[in-house]
Structure formats: C-alpha cells, structure tokens
C-alpha cells in the first residue's frame, strides 16, 4: 500500500493526507522498479502508461526515490496533478535534492 507520510495540496492547503492506495494504482511503482526518477508530462500520451489505473486521472507526475542508509527503497517524493503539465530538470533536481535532505535525517 501507498501510504503519504507528508502530503500537501496547493489548491486545498486544508487537506493533509489523501486516500491509502495499492503501490501498483500510483505512478510510484515505476519509481519502485527503476529505483530512479520517473516522470510523466501528459500521462494520456505517454505509451509507458497504456492501461494504467491512473492515467486517465492523475495527468502529471514527478517522482523520486528515497533510499535509507543500508541502501533500501523505503518510499518516494513526488508531485503530481490531475492536469498535463510542465516538468523541468530543475524540478527532478529539486526533488532529488529533497531526497537527499530526508535521507540524511534518517
């Protein structure tokens, strides 16, 4: 399961977590396989994605890998909308370096 230990929402700041879903119904999995970043601009375009549960819905996704000390996966940063949108290198990098800030207070 797909648990968020931090979750914020721009649009509806009141919100503080959202919904536990199956790893395999979340764009995160693709990060779990890789272990490296993933992303997705316009997921309705994006052949990687073909029969997906998401997407239809979640349209953008940006993610990263945490990794503990030992070396293990153990979760994921990641942004995501239910609208296509722009993703730079800046914004992998942001995440990575978000990451790595995480990992060092573990």
Same mark, same amino acid.
């Given at each position: 399961?797909l648990?968020?230990?931090?979750?914020?929402d /721009?649009?509806?700041?009141? +919100?503080d977590?959202?919904?536990?879903i199956?790893?395999?119904? #979340? $764009? &995160?999995?693709?990060?779990r396989?890789?272990?490296?970043?993933f992303?997705?601009?316009?997921? /309705?375009?994006?052949?990687? +994605?073909?029969?997906?549960?998401k997407?239809?819905?979640?349209? #953008? $996704? &940006?993610?990263?890998?945490?990794?503990?000390?030992?070396?293990?996966?153990?979760g994921?940063i990641?942004?995501?909308?239910?609208?296509?949108?722009?993703?730079?290198?800046?914004?992998?990098?942001?995440?990575?370096y978000?990451?790595s800030?995480?990992?060092?207070?573990?």
């Open positions: 399961m648990r968020n230990a931090i979750f914020y /721009r649009e509806n700041p009141e +919100l977590s959202c919904e536990d199956p790893v395999l119904a #979340s $764009y &995160c999995v693709f990060v396989d890789s272990g490296a970043p992303l997705t601009k316009n997921a /309705r375009h994006d052949v990687r +994605l073909d029969n997906h549960l997407q239809n819905t979640v349209q #953008s $996704y &940006c993610g990263v890998p945490l990794i503990n000390r030992e070396g293990h996966m153990f994921t990641c942004h995501f909308d239910f609208k296509p949108g722009r993703i730079d290198d800046l914004d992998v990098e942001l995440l990575e978000m990451a800030l995480a990992q060092s207070q573990l």
